[in-house]
Nanobody
Framework: QVQLMESGGGSVQSGGSLKLSCRIS????????MAWFRQPPGKERERVII????????YTRSSVKGRFTASQDRAKNTLWLQMNNLDPEDTAKYYC??????????????????WGQGTQVTVSS
């Protein structure tokens, strides 16, 4: 059973940086499809970055392009989210999510079935 645990959230000022981690247990990171989502206060959950099993980025939310980067650490079985030049609009609870590969692919229309507990990011102006 795959389990995910995020860490690294906190409070920073506008323009600052944070690096979130998503530690995976129960599966090797290169055998599952991973993503970062976030839920701003009072809003729906939204995609941030989608990656495939090789850590290749398949989707990046337009508002974070050039500022956020996802990467894999296979030795630590961890997915990272490096967030630079943070803006108050980035304030949200951040979640990592996982889904199984289907036919050897990370299919866009397959649902994410495993979620972490989330880590809060607060950016002040």
């Amino acid at each position: 059973q795959v389990q995910l645990m995020e860490s690294g959230g906190g409070s920073v000022q506008s323009g600052g940086s944070l690096k979130l981690s998503c530690r995976i247990s129960g599966a090797a990171i290169d055998t599952i499809c991973m993503a970062w989502f976030r839920q701003p206060p009072g809003k729906e959950r939204e995609r941030v970055i989608i990656t495939d099993n090789d850590g290749v980025t398949l989707y990046t939310r337009s508002s974070v392009k050039g500022r956020f980067t996802a990467s894999q650490d296979r030795a630590k079985n961890t997915l990272w989210l490096q967030m630079n030049n943070l803006d108050p609009e980035d304030t949200a609870k951040y979640y990592c999510a996982a889904k199984e590969m289907i036919g050897g692919w990370c299919l866009a229309n397959a649902q994410y079935t495993t979620w972490g507990q989330g880590t809060q990011v607060t950016v002040s102006s």
